[in-house]
């Protein structure tokens, strides 16, 4: 895909274009990642889920932003070239600021390994008992470090936030993550879906204001669980890309070498799933 329009980064699914007048246009991908690596094989459509899906919930989340004083980058997400219709948003040039900001509602994944390891997740103490899939006291803010493509995103404590931000910034951030995902959860949870955890970007305007930005509670950036079958104590099944990951492990990849192809029936499994979580949280049917 050529657009005319100078490329200015290509992520491992997006790329972003200049499209003047402090706008630029982000445009995603077919393309999958785990593990730090790009899979060889895209799967249909879910570039178009994840720009729909962040579109509906920079809408939802609208409310929360301003309670904070805040804002979101999306412009349009229709006044795009033709070529990118349906995967692409128009949105404002930020000065992007260098932290993922990960809220969690529940034990998961690297969050899980880190509690076994030493009964918190980076400087956040949790209580005794808890088991893959817990729901915690109330969630949490576990940043990490923003690595370069190719690299390895990095879980960070409070205090490493505040050396890169400040701290007034800090605790702004970390309010307004745990805001936004308490919405999003409340959101998911009347549709059926918990959310387990998820992670925020955020810029700041020429202004100086701070602005949500990048894609927004998608399967790529988020876990979600089938309210319905939530059970502690075991991995949970899910409507985002932890179907890939779990087929990769089974298959033996070592995480080094190219991954493998992925085979028809895990891509269309993982289509279905990235089409069901748009359907189930928005309501409305998705069309391709």
């Known amino acids: 895909m050529t657009l005319d329009l100078p490329l200015i980064a290509r992520g491992k699914v997006r790329e972003v274009y200049d499209a003047g007048a402090g706008r630029l246009l982000l445009v995603a991908s077919d393309r999958i990642s785990a593990y730090d690596h790009v899979l060889p094989t895209p799967i249909p459509d879910k570039g178009r889920v994840l720009t729909a899906l962040s579109v509906w919930w920079f809408g939802q989340l609208t409310p929360v932003l301003e309670a ?7 412009v349009s997400a229709s006044d795009v070239p033709g070529d990118v219709a349906g995967r692409a948003m128009l949105v404002r040039r930020l000065e992007m600021l260098p932290v993922e900001c990960v809220a969690r509602g529940y034990l998961s994944g690297s969050g899980t390994a880190e509690y076994r390891r030493t009964g918190s997740i980076r400087d956040v103490p ?30 960070i404590d409070f205090a490493q936030v505040e050396s890169l931000v400040g701290a ?25 879906i918990v959310l387990a955890d998820t992670k925020f970007e955020f810029g700041l305007s020429a202004d100086g204001g701070l602005v949500l930005g990048d894609e927004v ?29 779990d087929w990769l492990t089974a298959s033996g990849w070592d995480r080094v070498s190219p991954p493998p192809e992925l085979p028809d029936e895990v891509v269309a499994a993982t289509r279905e799933r990235y089409v069901a979580a748009y359907e189930q949280l928005t309501g409305t049917p998705f069309r391709s």
């Open 217 to 245: 509670l998608t399967p790529d950036s988020s876990r979600f669980w089938p309210a319905s079958s939530w059970s502690p104590g075991a991995a949970q099944p899910s409507f985002d890309k932890q179907y890939v990951r």
């Open 68 to 74: 904070f004083g805040a804002s979101h980058h999306l």
């Open 126 to 155: 949790l209580p005794a008992g808890l088991t893959e899939g817990s729901r915690l006291p109330g969630p949490v803010f576990t940043p990490s470090t923003k690595a370069a493509a190719g690299e390895h995103d990095e879980a």
């Open 168 to 192: 007034p910034r800090a605790a702004e951030l970390r309010e307004l993550t745990l805001a936004l995902y308490r919405r999003g959860a409340e959101i998911a949870a009347a549709a059926g």
